[in-house]
């Protein structure tokens, strides 16, 4: 179960967010905050608490935690943005996770290695770690070794595609997996029950399971539905905003 979130209000930069789909468009200001409050209020109702962050203007990408650090049971593992425009957000974080870890808990991705924690995903005390554009091998060594350390486990899985190997691929725990393109059919994961997302519902593969409720994208019906179906309780929130920038669910918010 999860007790804790972390989330950072969006800047007005947030139009200059790092994009592969302009053809979307800019995000509209006013509606990602409101999605990004319903959002939070979609946290909440899980049960966990939310700490929510000031905006930063000078990084235009910051609202999408997720990427900063990787936050377990046992430790927190601060990254290290492949995105030059990202590099600092990290660093930016370590104070608030400071008031979850004591500092022996707490280990560093550095330099040449990089990691995105939109690369990362847990399943129990393992983690898979997408070796992508954003976190290369060295990021992997050593976000391998603090893993380790404090007793976790952690697999390698190469990306072709996607941004972030959660861009594709969730755990909804229960061993039920969602799963789109290049992951449906990977060796990594035939242990797991999946639910198949159809490539027209791809952004869709990006879900969240917070204590027992699964956050589901409005507007990726064959997804929600599969879900439910799952035995799932289920909240719709929308986040057509976040999607103009490559930010599914996951990305905005730090749960642990
Ligand atoms: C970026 O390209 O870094 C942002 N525009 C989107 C980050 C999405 N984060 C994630 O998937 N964890």
């Known amino acids: 179960m999860f007790k804790n979130v972390i989330v950072r209000r ?8 790092i994009t592969s789909a302009p053809e979307l468009g800019k995000p509209d200001y006013e509606l990602a905050l409101k999605q990004h409050d319903d959002y939070i209020k979609a946290l909440e109702s899980c ?10 203007e000078e990084y235009p990408d910051s609202c999408f935690v997720e990427d900063t650090a990787v936050l377990t049971p046992r430790c927190a593992i601060i990254s290290n943005p492949g995105a030059d425009t990202r590099r600092g957000e990290s660093a930016l974080m370590v104070d608030t996770i400071k008031k979850f870890y004591t500092d022996e808990q707490i280990e560093y991705i550095k330099s040449p290695g990089t990691m995105e924690g939109g690369d990362v995903m847990m399943v129990g005390d393992h983690f898979y770690i997408g070796l992508s554009a954003r976190t290369n091998e060295e990021g992997c060594r050593q976000f391998k070794e603090a893993l380790e350390k404090h007793g976790h ?18 755990y909804i725990e229960n061993n039920n997996m969602l799963v789109s393109g290049e992951f449906i059919e990977k060796e990594d994961f035939k242990s797991f029950s999946k639910l198949i997302v159809p490539e027209s519902e791809a952004y869709g593969a990006n879900c969240i399971w917070v204590n027992d409720t699964v956050i589901v994208p409005l507007g990726y019906p064959v997804v929600e539905k599969s879900i439910r179906e799952a035995g799932y309780n289920v909240i719709v929130t929308d986040t057509s905003e976040y999607r103009k920038l490559d930010g599914g669910l996951s990305c905005l918010s730090l749960r642990f």
């Open 47 to 56: 049960g966990v608490e939310v700490t929510v962050l000031e905006s930063l």
């Open 10 to 17: 969006p800047g007005k930069s947030l139009i200059e967010g």
């Open 153 to 170: 486990t952690c697999s390698v899985v190469p990306l072709e595609k996607v941004l972030h190997l959660k861009t594709g691929v969730n």
